[in-house]
């Protein structure tokens, strides 16, 4: 095993256990909640060679999900219209944390292997791209739950 990716991997599962608390930050007097799964999201999709070039598209779905929905909050903030996160979102960044913390598991373990059909797949790395695009889909079905809310509230 690559111990090199013991850390990574535990910072992870240690922002996967923490996620569902997001930690108040006081950021020039005012207080800003930052959330862990946006960085980990964001940072799945800069580390290509954990996942890609066609699954950094997975990721890039997310993360463009990421900042339209913290838009969105920002926007409908003052406006006293509260944008609550739903289970189905819950278990999109469940599935993030699950697909990061495999990938980079995979890395770690390369003879960590199956064969699967005529291949010999990677099991971590598998378990990773699979959740990745699970998260993936479930943030396009989130994302649009919360577009639909917003648009009720826009001129």
């Known amino acids: 095993p690559n111990r090199a990716m013991a850390a990574p ?3 992870c599962v240690l922002a996967a256990l923490t996620e569902h608390s997001c930690l108040p930050i ?3 007097g005012r207080k800003a909640r930052i959330s862990c799964h946006k960085v980990l999201a964001a940072q799945g999709v800069l580390n290509g060679p ?16 990421e ?10 903030g003052p406006l006293q219209v509260s ?10 960044t469940t599935f993030q944390m699950v697909s ?15 064969m699967i059909g005529a291949v010999d797949a ?4 598998t378990v990773g791209l699979v959740t990745l ?6 943030t396009v079905i989130t994302g649009w739950d919360y577009l639909r809310v917003g648009l009720k509230h826009m001129d």
Request: positive net charge; aromatic residues 8%; proline residues 4%.
């Open 122 to 125: 990677n099991i971590p790395h």
């Open 50 to 65: 954990y996942v890609g070039d066609m699954h950094v598209v997975a990721g890039l779905i997310i993360l463009m999900r």
């Open 26 to 28: 006081v950021t020039a």
């Open 9 to 11: 991997c535990s910072c």
């Open 83 to 92: 944008v609550p996160v739903s289970k189905l979102a819950k278990w999109k």
């Open 67 to 76: 900042i339209a929905v913290s838009g969105l909050r920002e926007f409908l």
């Open 133 to 138: 695009w699970g998260a993936a889909v479930l």
């Open 100 to 114: 990061l913390g495999a990938l980079i598991l995979g890395e770690g373990l390369p003879r960590w292997t199956m």
